[in-house]
C-alpha cells in the first residue's frame, strides 16, 4: 500500500515555541491531505484539510492561524505549530488520500514545556 | 459534533476469544473503514465496507453494516495477544472526509 511519512517523530518544545511537523506521501502525489489530532486514551479529530496549490481548509473550532500549513507539493504537507502552549502537546497524525482510501502518517508526539 | 460512538470502550478477553465492537455514526455515508492503532503509533487500515454492503470478510476480520441503524460492527474471531490495540471505525462521507469514532480499547491476555 500507499506510504505515508512524518518528521519529526517527537519533538520537546518550550512554551512560546513554534514546531513544524512535515508529512510526506513517498510513493504517490496527494493533492488533498488531512491533519488530525488525537489527545490520550481519546480519537482522532479532523483539524483541517490541506489541498494542494489552495488554502487549507480548517474545521470548526480550530485556529488557522495558530496551525499553519504548507501545501506547496503533491507529495508535502507541513503543519506548524505557532507560539506552542502546554495545551498544544497532542500527537498529531496526517493523512493522504490516494484513490478512495487514506494513508496515514506514524504520528508525531508534540510535548510542550 | 459528528463524532460516531463505540462500544464497549474497554474489551478485554483470552487469547482464542472472538471480540466484537460496534460502531454507530449520525450522517450519510459513502463507506465506513476500521482503523486499528497500537499505543502511541499511527493507523493501520483494515478493513472497508461500502454503504451498499452489508457484510464484508479479510482473514480473521468480519464487518456489518446496517445503513438503516446507521451501525456497524467488527468481529475479530479466534483472538491473539497481538490483536491488543485500540480499534476506531470511521465514516466517509459525500466531501471525502473521515470522521473516527470513539474507540474500542481491546486487551487480549494470554
Known amino acids: 500500500g500507499a506510504v505515508v511519512s512524518q518528521h519529526p517523530s517527537r519533538v520537546i518544545c518550550k512554551s512560546g515555541t513554534s514546531v513544524k511537523i512535515e508529512c510526506r506521501s513517498l510513493d504517490f502525489q496527494a493533492t488533498t491531505m488531512f491533519w488530525y489530532r488525537q489527545f490520550p486514551k481519546q480519537s482522532l479529530m479532523l483539524m483541517a484539510t490541506s489541498n494542494e496549490g489552495s488554502k487549507a481548509t480548517y474545521e470548526q473550532g480550530v485556529e488557522k492561524d495558530k496551525f499553519l500549513i504548507n501545501h506547496a507539493s503533491l507529495t508535502l504537507s507541513t503543519l506548524t505549530v505557532t507560539s506552542a502552549h502546554p495545551e498544544d502537546s497532542s500527537f498529531y497524525i496526517c493523512s493522504a488520500r490516494e484513490s478512495h482510501q487514506q494513508f496515514f502518517g506514524p504520528g508525531t508526539r508534540l510535548t510542550v514545556l | 459534533s459528528q463524532q460516531g460512538e463505540e462500544d464497549p470502550q474497554a474489551l478485554s478477553i483470552q487469547e482464542g476469544e472472538n471480540a466484537t465492537m460496534n460502531c454507530s455514526y449520525k450522517?450519510?455515508?459513502?463507506?465506513l473503514q476500521w482503523y486499528r492503532q497500537n499505543s502511541g503509533r499511527g493507523l493501520v487500515h483494515l478493513i472497508l465496507?461500502?454503504?451498499?454492503?452489508r457484510e464484508k470478510h479479510s482473514g480473521r476480520l468480519r464487518v456489518t453494516l446496517d445503513t438503516s441503524k446507521k451501525s456497524s460492527s467488527l468481529l475479530i474471531t479466534a483472538s491473539r495477544a497481538a490483536d491488543t490495540a485500540s480499534y476506531f471505525c470511521?465514516?466517509?462521507?459525500?466531501?471525502?472526509?473521515?470522521?473516527f469514532g470513539t474507540g474500542t480499547r481491546l486487551q487480549v491476555t494470554l
Open positions: 470511521a465514516t466517509d462521507d459525500a466531501a471525502s472526509k473521515l470522521t
Open positions: 465496507i461500502r454503504s451498499n454492503e
Open positions: 450522517t450519510s455515508i459513502n463507506n
